[in-house]
């Protein structure tokens, strides 16, 4: 089992930055990757960033590149979402969520372990 724990949503303007963190707890040895994905109301569920856990891949989604920047702290068993320039568009529920192998990191159903999710809002 592995837990996954987000903090760091809260409510900003757009324009400005948050920075979202991801613990991970239990058997977190196998983990091959970490991923953020964000489900904002009435839509599906969007991929955000991924990165390997002992590799520098880092994957971005499209609509987030170059303003999003996923890191991760490995003797923290952490993952971090910085994110800047934000817009009214990203309001969404920030998942935090883990993989035991390659594939396609923009697939949720890849995921094994999922965080309970936090709330980013951005205000016009």
């Known amino acids: 089992q592995v837990q996954l724990v987000e903090s760091g949503g809260g409510l900003v303007q757009a324009g400005d930055s948050l920075r979202l963190s991801c613990a991970a707890s239990g058997r977190t040895s196998s983990t091959y990757a970490m991923g953020w994905f964000r489900r904002a109301p009435g839509k599906e569920r969007e991929f955000v960033a991924a990165?390997?856990?002992?590799?520098?891949?880092?994957y971005y989604g499209d609509s987030v590149k170059g303003r999003f920047t996923i890191s991760r702290d490995n003797a923290k068993n952490t993952v971090v979402l910085q994110m800047n320039s934000l817009k009214p568009e990203d309001t969404a529920v920030y998942y935090c969520a883990s993989r035991y192998s390659a594939g396609t990191y923009s697939y949720p159903g890849e995921y094994y372990y999922w965080g309970q999710g936090t709330q980013v809002t951005v205000s016009s």
């Open positions: 990165i390997r856990w002992s590799a520098d891949n880092r």
